[in-house]
């Protein structure tokens, strides 16, 4: 059975990941700061991970398949938590390295930090992605499963590296490079959660069995949350220290 894409919700997303990238990249510079930095990471926690959920699940509306499509409640607010934790490890992570030293990484916490953010990422979106519960099951395709953690996890080290890296400096050249910074995160992200989808196979006379709560296009409901997430990540990046 083969899926279409809503070309303008797939830009959406597109553009949420890189928003949330930003928020991210400028988020790791104030849990490092000392007083009050135990309130930036639950805040920064919240914001970027909403932000990186809301790209995978524009992503997963933007798909169709010639039958109703719906999404188990439980199972998507599981896939919610897993971004959230996610992005509080990857903060915590950027912190931890700061508290060691303000300028030489450590590998073996950054190594340690991209595996679970990568973890992290990819369980996020097969969570969400079973949440469907189509019958029978989705299937995988191994090879783009395995490349869809492989990019997960690399973009997870470059996501720490760079958060790391642009944390100080002078603040008008700061901007500039985590925008740039963000471009090349947003498209990681975004390729990650693409090959994951390229991965799934539905098979013919599958059949989604979650019952709709109420009816709403999936292009109203992928703006509108991406309105949501735009409104977030823009409070988290302007907020004061």
């Known amino acids: 059975m083969q899926g279409t894409y809503d070309v303008g919700l ?3 997303s597109i553009l949420v990941a890189t928003l949330a ?11 490092t ?10 805040g920064g926690a919240i914001a970027m991970g909403f932000g990186i959920w809301s790209m ?3 992503g997963m509306l933007a ?17 919610l938590a897993i971004a959230i934790v996610t992005s509080g490890i990857a903060l915590a ?6 508290i060691l030293s303000e300028t030489e990484i450590d590998v073996p916490i950054l190594v340690a930090g ?7 990422i990819c369980g996020m979106h097969y969570t969400g992605m079973a949440a469907m519960r189509m019958s029978p099951p989705i299937q995988y395709t191994p090879s783009l499963f395995a490349l869809s953690m492989v990019i997960a996890v690399s973009a997870s080290l470059v996501a720490l590296w760079l958060a790391f890296t642009l944390r100080v400096g002078d603040a008008r050249r700061l901007s500039w490079y985590r925008l740039a910074a963000a471009i090349v995160m947003g498209l990681a992200i975004t390729g990650m959660h693409y090959t994951a989808m390229a991965a799934s196979m539905f098979k013919p006379g599958a059949l989604c069995t979650v019952r709709g709560i109420f009816q709403m296009s999936n292009a109203l409901l992928g703006y509108g949350l991406a309105g949501a ?8 990046i302007l907020a004061k220290e």
């Open 21 to 31: 990238s930003y928020a991210a990249l400028n988020l790791a510079s104030r849990v």
């Open 63 to 79: 798909f169709s398949l010639p039958i109703p499509l719906a999404y188990d409640p439980a199972i998507t607010l599981a896939s």
């Open 10 to 12: 797939v830009l959406t």
């Open 229 to 236: 997430s735009l409104i977030l990540l823009g409070a988290a």
């Open 56 to 58: 995978h699940f524009i």
């Open 114 to 120: 991209g595996v679970i953010m990568g973890a992290g």
């Open 33 to 42: 700061s000392g007083e009050g930095s135990r309130l930036w990471l639950v």
């Open 93 to 98: 992570v950027v912190a931890q390295m700061a």
